[in-house]
């Protein structure tokens, strides 16, 4: 058993500053010499590329559905035997989605501190405060904390708000159910984009950013919190028993396209990667990277439509791509890794780019989300889970060789395309879900 201090940053809708709050607390305290890990709920991408930079540590995504809990707890437990703070970002409202945050921090014991946006409310503040804490019995707190608060006299009015029900005397001379608020300062927001915040790495004021968040979070009662402080919210973490991954990759390379457009890689589908026995290669395909020697290729996720050009003039990336399927060597295309291997993309603004030609069919961006949810492909080696998100479409003539099945009555089911040794489709996978099938993506031509 290994305890640790853990708190899960909640909110009651998106957009309220959960990744705001996460990054400056993962940032302060990494700054002080601490050893801290982020998590984030859900099958979100891009926030984990601010809290790795806020942190300088890998981040590992929890969902109840897609990890399963016993994944979750190993991987909590691992973090807890080496860190001296964990914080996991929530995803959308605290009770949103099935299952939601609050299920993940009922039925682990980790406490919530709320982040509620207060920049357009004063007393009702405090009843969102107490809807929050009192909704779901047994819900761990921990408190709250105001985001984009006007000035000194609306941080009070927000305070005085909280009823008394909702605090409580706490270790450090500070009220356990107000943890203070942060200003409202464009100086440190986060940029975003249709599919959500602007990945850290392309921002080159990025950890100016981080720490002017961390340097406001100090003002607060939350950010003079010392390491004692934080142990009010310590959680036991058991261990796991270990499941044993079969080498099927013994001895095989996988080349990974990794760049600003091919930038969707779950930190754990590479670890499942590497614990199959892969040796994994990357190369980047926007600055026309030949692909590395190797048995298979994963083309991630990210954002083609935004590098389009870059890619459609790589000539040396698509001949070496080409080479390699033609040798009868597997290719495995998620979502933004598969649209180039189509015959055009057709822009936001309607313009056409050809792209690599490789399947046959046309892909458009569109204007609003086309694809969004948990999926499972049901694979001969078992179920495969993962999920959708995107905002383009693709229209093909070829024939589908499976299909995905939505994990909730209003989702959609998603091709799988396959041609020779390439499959392709907007279908996410989590690979620690089922490493034998996974195997096959980078094996053979059929799953």
């Known amino acids: 058993m290994a305890r640790c ?11 309220q500053g959960k990744t705001t709050v996460t990054a400056a607390l993962a940032r302060l305290h990494a700054r002080q010499g601490r050893r801290v890990r982020v998590f ?14 806020a942190s300088g540590q890998p ?29 996991i970002e929530g995803v959308m409202g605290l009770f949103d989605g099935e299952p939601s945050a609050a299920d993940l921090a009922v039925k682990l014991g980790i406490p919530v501190l709320a982040v509620i946006d207060a920049g357009a409310m004063a007393g009702t503040f405090g009843a969102l405060v107490h809807g929050l804490r009192h ?48 200003r409202r300062d464009t100086g440190f927001a986060m940029p975003e984009r249709h599919l959500g915040l602007t990945v850290a790495s392309e921002l080159p004021d990025a950890l100016a950013r981080l720490d002017a968040l961390a340097d406001a979070m100090a003002t607060t009662p939350m950010g003079q919190l010392d390491a004692d402080g934080w142990q009010r919210w310590a959680v036991p973490f058991g261990a796991q028993p270990e499941r044993p991954v079969a080498p ?21 589908n590479l670890d499942t990667l590497r614990a199959l026995g892969a040796e994994l290669v990357f190369f980047s395909p926007v600055a026309d990277e030949p692909v590395p020697d190797c048995d298979a290729v994963w083309l991630p996720g990210g954002y083609p439509e935004l590098h389009a050009p870059a890619l459609v003039n790589g000539a040396r990336c698509r001949a070496s791509l080409a080479a390699h399927i033609a040798a009868g060597r597997p290719v495995w295309a998620e979502c933004g890794g598969m649209m180039p291997l189509f015959d055009g993309l ?24 086309a694809g969004l949810g948990p999926q499972r492909w049901d694979t001969a080696q078992g179920e495969l889970r993962g999920h959708t998100f995107h ?4 229209t ?9 099945v939505p994990a909730r009555a209003h989702g959609k089911p998603e091709a799988i395309y396959g041609q020779g040794p390439v499959r392709a489709s907007y279908f996410h996978a989590w690979f620690a879900s089922n490493p034998e099938a996974t195997a096959q993506l980078f094996l053979s031509e059929a799953v």
């Open 5 to 15: 201090p853990a708190l899960l940053i909640a909110a009651p809708a998106s957009g």
């Open 40 to 53: 984030k709920c859900g099958p979100d991408f891009l926030d984990p590329h601010w809290h790795q930079m």
């Open 59 to 87: 981040v590992h995504n929890l969902d109840l559905w897609l990890n399963g809990e016993d994944d979750i707890r190993a991987r909590l437990h691992e973090a807890a035997t080496n860190s001296d703070l964990i914080l």
């Open 135 to 182: 909704y779901r019995l047994g819900l761990p707190w921990a408190g709250v904390l105001a985001n984009r608060v006007a000035s000194e006299g609306h941080e009070k009015m927000l305070q005085a708000s909280v009823r008394g029900d909702d605090l409580g005397a706490a270790p450090g001379g500070i009220d356990a159910g107000w943890l203070g608020g942060l």
């Open 248 to 268: 099927l990759l013994q001895g095989r390379t996988v080349a990974v396209a990794r760049d600003a457009a091919f930038c969707f890689t779950y930190p754990a």
């Open 346 to 369: 057709a822009l936001a603004d309607g313009t056409r780019v050809p792209m690599w030609g490789l399947l046959h069919g046309e892909v458009a961006m569109q204007p609003r989300l």
């Open 391 to 394: 905002f383009s479409l693709t």
């Open 396 to 404: 093909s003539l070829l024939a589908p060789v499976a299909h995905t």
